[in-house]
């Protein structure tokens, strides 16, 4: 099970931390990714993270703005979001991906997500 949470609304230039909380023991062994969706659109990859945290991945739109981080202690993955604009405004979610990677598959069933409004 994943459950996001941290999004609300924020001004332009402001800053948000999510966070996704993973269900099950074996969240270590899990490459992590976050996606999110605008309304119309469909769902698209922002980060990616390896299974130890060593490797990072971004969309070129947050590249340099947003920043992946884990704690597999705490069976949780996070999104720093910084200098967030209007086109940030989405409902993000996070799932298990294949491999991260500038473009990962992801896999299993999907949370509910957390919404992000950005106003301007």
């Known amino acids: 099970q994943l459950v996001e949470s941290g999004g609300r609304l924020v001004q332009a230039g402001g800053s948000l931390r999510l966070s996704c909380a993973v269900s099950?023991?074996?969240?270590?062994?899990?490459?992590m990714g976050w996606f999110r969706q605008a309304p119309g659109k469909g769902r698209s990859f922002v980060a990616s993270?390896?299974?130890?945290?060593?490797?990072?991945y971004y969309a070129r739109s947050v590249k340099g703005r947003f920043a992946i981080s884990r704690d597999n202690a705490k069976s949780t993955v996070y999104l720093q979001m910084n200098n967030l604009t209007v086109d940030d405004s989405a409902v993000y979610y996070c799932?298990?991906?294949?491999?991260?990677?500038?473009?990962?598959?992801?896999?299993?069933?999907w949370g509910q997500g957390t919404q992000v409004t950005v106003s301007s």
């Open positions: 099950g023991r074996t969240f270590s062994h899990y490459d």
């Open positions: 993270i390896g299974s130890n945290g060593d490797s990072t």
């Open positions: 799932n298990r991906v294949e491999a991260a990677s500038n473009a990962p598959r992801a896999y299993g069933t």
